[in-house]
Every structure is written in C-alpha cells, then in structure tokens.
C-alpha cells in the first residue's frame, strides 16, 4: 500500500520558518522523482520544487527561488521542505508527490496534504 505523509505544517508569522517532512512507504523511492506542491485559497495547484532520484539535482519556482530547499533522504525514504523568510502569499497547502516516467508509462502519487499559515 501506498502512502505518503506529510507533516510539519503549522501557523508562522511572515519571516519565519517551517520545514515540512514527507514520509513514504509502498514503492521504491529510489526511483522516483520527488516534489512538493501547493494550493493557495482559491487557487490551483501549482509546482513548488522538484527533486531528481538520480543525482538529486532540484528545481524551484520563481517565486520560492533562493527562500526554499527541497531534499531526500532515500534510506529514510523521506523528502523535505524548507521553508524560510515566509511571506503571507506562502500560504497555502502542501503536498508531496512522487513520480516516476518510464516510456509511456506514469506513475503518480500524492500525500494528504498539509496546511501553511502565514499571517501575524
């Protein structure tokens, strides 16, 4: 079975910081790329950062760029999220996601979610 668990999310006051963790189990993490999503209020889903299986060579989205840091564990089978100098349009939910391409075939997996505040 299957799962991903996130943890972390909580109420922070802009400025601050918040790491959020993902835990997995029910596939071969190694050889999956990982990644991080969220939705604002009202809003779509959008791409956060992105973590490669093989070297662990990341990408980010413009507006998380220089303030974020996405990481794996693989022994832990577990992705992170750190999150520093909040801004109020930070809030939003987080999930984590697994994905693993191979040909034509997809493979695509999502936590629960969970909830960042960032209000004073």
């Known amino acids: 079975q299957v799962q991903l668990v996130e943890s972390g999310g909580d109420l922070v006051q802009p400025g601050g910081s918040l790491r959020l963790s993902c835990t997995t189990s029910?596939?071969?993490?190694?050889?999956?790329?990982m990644r991080w999503y969220r939705q604002p209020p009202g809003k779509e889903r959008e791409l956060v950062a992105r973590?490669?299986?093989?070297?662990?060579?990341?990408n980010y989205a413009d507006a998380v760029k220089g303030r974020f840091t996405i990481s794996r564990d693989n022994f832990k089978k577990s992705v992170y999220l750190q999150m520093n100098s909040l801004k109020p349009e930070d809030t939003a939910v987080y999930y984590c996601?697994?994905?693993?391409?191979?040909?034509?075939?997809?493979?695509?997996?999502w936590g629960q979610g969970t909830q960042v505040t960032v209000s004073s």
């Open positions: 029910g596939f071969t993490f190694t050889y999956y790329s």
């Open positions: 996601n697994a994905e693993r391409v191979v040909g034509p075939f997809r493979n695509d997996y």
């Open positions: 973590i490669s299986p093989a070297d662990s060579s990341t």
